[in-house]
C-alpha cells in the first residue's frame, strides 16, 4: 500500500516536471506555435446577383486533397456559412465542373454566369478536382458575368 502510493506521488512529480520543462520549450522561438500549422484560405463571392453573399474560411493544407475535397470539409465544418455545392462530371475534361454553390447556380444561358476559380486573385489554369491548395494561397469562387 504505502509502496503504490509512493509509486504515485514520484509519477505525479514527474509529470509535474515534465509539464514544467515543457511550458519552458514553448517559449523558444524556433518552436512553431500550434495555430501556426499551413494552411490557405478558401473562399466565396458573390456581389453581382441579390442576396449578395462573401464567406471566407482558413483550411490545414492535406497532402493528396484537391480544393472539391475542402468545399466538402468546409460544408461540414462551418455547415452555417458554406451550406452546400453541386458539380457535374466530365469524363471529356476530365473533372468536375461546380455548377451552384450555397444554392446560386451560374445560367449561362440567360445572362453568362458562372462560378470563376481564382487563386491568389489570377483565374486557375485547372478546375476544383485538380486545384491542390498550398500554404499561403488564397482560393476564391468569384460568382462572375462573362462578356
Ligand atoms: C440571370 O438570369 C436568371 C434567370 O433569369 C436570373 O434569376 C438572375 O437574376 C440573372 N442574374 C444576373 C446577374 O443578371
Ligand atoms: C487580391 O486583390 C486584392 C485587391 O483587389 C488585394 O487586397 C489582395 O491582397 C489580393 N490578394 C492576393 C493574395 O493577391
Ligand atoms: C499565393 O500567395 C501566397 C502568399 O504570397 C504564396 O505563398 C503562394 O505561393 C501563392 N500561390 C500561388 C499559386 O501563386
Not at 511550458?23 to 453581382?48: G, L, W
Not at 482558413?58 to 497532402?63: A, D, F, M, R, S
Not at 461540414?76 to 455548377?99: H, N
Not at 450555397?102 to 485547372?126: E, F, Q
Request: hydrophobic share 40%.
Amino acid at each position: 500500500m504505502i509502496h503504490h502510493i509512493f509509486v504515485v506521488t514520484f509519477l505525479v512529480s514527474l509529470l509535474h516536471l515534465h509539464i514544467k520543462a515543457d511550458s519552458q520549450v514553448r517559449h523558444v522561438p524556433t518552436q512553431p506555435p500550434p495555430d501556426s500549422r499551413p494552411v490557405f484560405t478558401y473562399a466565396i463571392c458573390n456581389n453581382i446577383q441579390r442576396p449578395h453573399f462573401t464567406e471566407s474560411i482558413q483550411l490545414k493544407v492535406i497532402p493528396h486533397l484537391y480544393l472539391i475535397d475542402y468545399m466538402e470539409i468546409a460544408c461540414k465544418t462551418a455547415s452555417d456559412r458554406f451550406t452546400k455545392f453541386s458539380a457535374t462530371y466530365y469524363p471529356s475534361v476530365p473533372g468536375y465542373f461546380i455548377d451552384s454553390i450555397n444554392g446560386l447556380a451560374g445560367n449561362w444561358a440567360d445572362n453568362k454566369t458562372y462560378w470563376r476559380l481564382l487563386n491568389n486573385n489570377s483565374s486557375t489554369s485547372v478546375g476544383a478536382s485538380d486545384l491542390d491548395p498550398k500554404p499561403g494561397d488564397n482560393v476564391v469562387f468569384m460568382f462572375t458575368k462573362a462578356g
